[in-house]
């Protein structure tokens, strides 16, 4: 990344710092809320409510459907509603910093506007996904924009914290970028089974067992790239805690999803919650990975007689 597309703000002052913490709350309340977003799409794919509205983007050619509201209306109905709010949120994200951009990082305005390039992007899925009856490819693309925008949104918030280094992360940098795209994709893989109910299909049928296969042997490099990164944190000397942390913190998630995983598996999927629980701590895995990168790539030592203040300014960059 050139010096010029990172450049920070010369001097660091007091409107920067307080427009910068405010910037960062915001984007990493969208990934929060994307988080919770995404966990309520799941509950609204696996409870059969995807086309509980059959028009879009009213439903039953109402803002607020009363007459046929019920739980699968009401789930499928919610999830359009946070998703528009999100919308908007993002919006005023991308203004916030294109009018700030004289005391943000140079990058902050054109990632915030690539995030909103995302939303709409995803808007115009989500339409499809019912006018085009749930589609699959669809419904996967639908999921893996909406895991993109969240990690774009993890990645502008980790960028714009302040992080101290020691610079002795070496390649773990590079490990916990192989892993995040394997993890990314073994999501994508998740999503082409659960858009096309594969497991129930290869049980039952014995079609699309190659889809289900296919994210099962998925489960492999991911897990071996993850557990690489961990082990290679905890070997590390010398090594910031917060990097440990997170390398902690993403071996529990790899951890919790397996074990989802398989009672998922082993249970048919009939036990909608572990299947939406599945999702989200996956979306979670995805974005502890994330963060620790970013933070892994900023890993700068401290010169000596330097200031925490210039330290931000030239670790950001």
Known sequence: MSESFLHQPAVSTPDSTVVRTWVTRLVFGLAIATLFLMALGSATRVMNAGLSCPDWPLCYGEFVPRDQMNLQVFLEWFHRLIATSMGFATIGL????????????????WAATFALFLVVIQGILGGLTVTELLRFDIVTA????????FSTL??????????Q?????????WVGLIAIVLVYLQSILGGLVSSQWALHQCLGTSQLCG???SHIAGVVP?????????????RTPALPPLLRRWATLAGLCLLLQITLGVATFRLHLQVEPLTVAHQAVGASL??????????AFR?????????QEALIDFSAS
């Open 94 to 109: 991308a203004s916030l910093a294109w009018w700030n951009r004289r005391v943000l990082p140079d990058w902050t305005p």
């Open 142 to 149: 639908h999921l893996g924009t909406g895991l993109l925008f």
């Open 154 to 163: 993890v990645a502008i918030g980790t960028s714009l914290i302040s992080h």
């Open 165 to 173: 280094g020691t610079g002795n992360v070496g390649n773990l940098k």
């Open 211 to 213: 889809v289900m296969n």
């Open 222 to 234: 991911a897990t071996i790239a993850t557990l690489t990164l961990i082990f290679l944190t905890w």
């Open 286 to 295: 995805l974005g502890t990975l994330i963060i620790f990168t970013i933070l």
């Open 299 to 307: 890993d700068i030592p401290v010169l000596k007689g330097q200031s």
